[in-house]
C-alpha cells in the first residue's frame, strides 16, 4: 500500500512520534514476624518514601490465613500504634475469601475500590495485601485502578506467592469464566516475604508453590533444578531453610526474566514464564479449581517436558530425571480431566481448548515454551496434538507405576 | 531507627532490588477523511505491526458524534471491507454516550468488557475508540484492563480530545462523585485525529477546547501564547487552518511534557499539566457538568493567573493579557458557582473543597502550578484563601466590566 502523499501533507502536518520511558523500582524484603514490634522492616519501606508522616494505610487480609493466625489483626493494630509517627492505619483492615474465590467475585474490587475512597487514600497512601497470590492478585487490580494507583505492599503468605505471584508485576481477577480476563501490569511498591507464615501451610500449599521454582529452574538454571532435586526429600519433610532458599533463588529468577526480558509489560507474544501453564490453566478451570496453581503447573510442566522429549528436543534422561523430581516432591502427574475421551478438540471439556484460551489472553500468534535441555527453554508455534494426545498417555501410565522411571 | 540486623540476617537474605524500565512508543497522525477508502492511515497503522492479518478490530463510537456523522457506521463497514486483508470488523460497532454521561455510568465499562470477550479480542488486536475526550477515557479504561490490555487506537473527534485528553497515556471513570476516581495509566497504541470531524462541532465545543492550549502555552511557551493571542479573532470565526496549528503545537508542547518530565506515570506529587485544574474539576461538578471541562479550564486558568498576580508573582500586563486573552476567544471567567456565600470551607459547595480532592488524587503533598511569567510556571505547596477570594472577586468584576482591561 502507497501512502497517500495528498492525505499526509494537509497542512503539512507530519506525525508526532511518542517514546515514553517509565522506570519501576521496588524492593523484595525476607523477614520473619514481620508485626513484631522489633521489626522495622515494614516502618522502613514507608519511613523511605521521605514524605510526610504519618502514611495512610489500608489493609486487606486473606481470610484463609486468618484460621492460622487470629491475633494478625491485633498485631497490625499493636504495630502501627508502635510506630504511629510512620503509618497509621485509616479504616479497620478488610477480610476478604482467600484462594480462587477472591478472583470470582465481582463486586470484590468495587468493595476495595468504596474503602480506598471512605478513608480517603491518595496515590501516596498505601494498600497492604496480605495472603496468598489469588487476594495479591484481587488487591492488586483493585490498587491500581484506584486513582491510577494506590501504592501497595505486598506481603505474600504462600510459597506460592512469596517466589512467583507475589513478586512480578501483574494483578488479575477472574471473569467471564476466563482466567486473569480482567487485570493491569502494575508492578508493586515493595514485597515483603515473610517466612513464619509458611510454617503454618498445609502440605498441599506448601507443596504446590514449589511447582513454580521447578519450572523456572527447568528454563533458566540447570543448577538450580539439580538444588530442587537434591533438595527434595528436605522439602517434603518441610525443612524450613531448603525452602527460603528455594524461594530466593525462584524469586530471583523470576525478577531477573521480568527486568531483562525486554518486554516486562508482555507486549509481544513470548513468555518462557508460562511455560506449563497453557495446560495448568485449562486443568485448573478444568477441575472448578480443586487442583492448586501449583498442582496444574507441576502437571504443566511434565506434560509439556513429555511432549519435548516425543519431540525430540529433550533427551530421554533428562525427561526421566524431571518426572522422578516431581514425583519426588509428591506431585501427581495426571487427573482424570485427561482422560482419552475428552481429548478432541469438539468436547467442551477438551484439555487443547487451553491452547486457544492461551493464545487469546498473550495475544498474536501461539507461542509455547518447550524445553531443550534443563535449564534451556525453546520456543515454538505450532502443536501436534497427537503427539500431545500421546504424551497424557505416557503421563498416565507413569503415574500408574505402568511405566518404568530410571533413579536419575 | 536502626535496622534490627538480627531480622535481616536470618538465612543472610539481602533484600533484592528490581528495577523495570517500560518503553511505550505511539504515533499521532494528523489526516482529514479518514475513513475515506483512499485513506490508508488506519489501514496502515495495523499493517505495520507486522504479524498475521486480518486483525479484529471492535469500534465504539460516541452517539454524540453520529447526529452530525450518521453514516460513520457505515463508512467504517466500507472501509473494513475495503481493506479487508488487514483488518476485519469483529462484531458491530457499540455506540455509547458522549460527554460525561460515558464516564458516569459503572456499567459501560462492564458491557465493553463483555463485547471483548464475546468478539474474543487479544492482547494484539485492536479496539477503535471513535469520540470526544470522555469517550475516549472510558475506552480506554475498558480497553487497559482487559487480558491486561487491548491495543487502542484513539480516534479522537473534539478539539480538546485532538490536542490534549486523547494524546496523553491517561484514561479514567467518574465513581463515588469523584472525577477519573478510576483509571489506569496506558498509552495508547497510535491516536488519529482527523480535521474533519471539528466542522460539525458546536461552537461551545469548538472553542472550549482552545483552554487547554492557553493552559500549555501560559506553562510552557510564550510564543504559542503569541500565536494563540494574535490567532483569536481567526479562532472564534472557525478557521480550520488556524485550529489544526493550535491543535498540533498543543498537542507537541502535551506530548514533550509527558516524554521529558522524568515522571510520565505521575508518581511523584507534581503535575504542570494541571494548571488551573483544581478549580475547573471542582466547578464542573458543582454545575453538574454544565460547564464543559474546556470552559471549566478557563474559568480555572484565569483564577489561578489572577491569584499568580496578586501574590506578586506575575507581573501586572502579563495578567492583563492572559484575561483579554481569554475574553477575545469568548470564555466565560466568572459563574455563580463562585459567589461569596459559598467561600468558606464549611460550605458544602466550596470551591476550596476543590483542593483537598486535588491533592488526593494527585497524592502526597499539595503541589499547585502557578504563573512567574507568560510561559513560565512555577510550583507552589501552601495557599492563601483570603488571597483566593480576592482573585475571585476580580473575575467577578472583570466578568461585569467594571475592571477595566487594557488593550494588549
Partial sequence: MVLNIKQKSIFNLQSIHQSVSVRFNYEIFFTTNLFDLKNPTLAQVITADGEKKPKKVVAIIDAGLLQYWPDLPQQLAAYTKFYAEILALAVEPMIVPGGEAAKNDRTLPQQIHKL???????????????????????????????????????????????????????????????????????????????????????DRDWRSGIAEAVKVALIKDARFFDFIHSSSAALVSRDI??????????????????????????????????????????????????????????????????YSFLLGLLDWLEWQRILNTLLALG??????????????????????RGLIEFREHLGGELTLTLLENIGQGIEVHEVDLSLYRQAISLLHDVENRLTLLIES
Avoid at 252 to 266: C, M, R, V, Y
Fill in 331 to 352: 506431585f501427581t502427574l495426571y487427573v482424570p480431566e485427561l482422560a482419552e475421551q475428552y481429548l478432541q478438540l469438539e468436547h467442551p471439556r477438551c484439555l487443547f
Fill in 241 to 306: 531453610e531448603a525452602m527460603q532458599q528455594l524461594i530466593y533463588r525462584c524469586a530471583q529468577l523470576h525478577l531477573e526474566h521480568i527486568a531483562n526480558s525486554g518486554d516486562p509489560f508482555e507486549m509481544g507474544s513470548s513468555r518462557p514464564l508460562d511455560f506449563g501453564h497453557w495446560a495448568a490453566h485449562r486443568l485448573e478451570h478444568l477441575t472448578n479449581y480443586n487442583l492448586r496453581h501449583g498442582e496444574a503447573v507441576a502437571i504443566g510442566i511434565a506434560l509439556d517436558s513429555t
Fill in 116 to 202: 480506598i475512597e471512605a478513608a480517603g487514600l491518595c496515590r501516596h497512601s498505601y494498600l497492604l495485601a496480605i495472603g496468598g497470590g489469588a487476594v495479591l492478585d484481587l488487591v492488586g487490580y483493585a490498587a491500581a485502578t484506584a486513582h491510577r494507583g494506590i501504592r501497595l505492599i505486598r506481603i505474600p503468605t504462600t510459597v506460592l506467592a512469596q517466589n512467583d505471584s507475589g513478586i512480578g508485576v501483574k494483578n488479575g481477577i477472574n471473569a467471564f469464566g476466563k482466567k486473569n480476563f480482567l487485570g493491569t501490569f502494575a508492578p508493586p511498591y515493595a514485597v515483603i516475604n515473610d517466612l513464619n507464615f509458611l510454617t503454618t501451610l498445609s
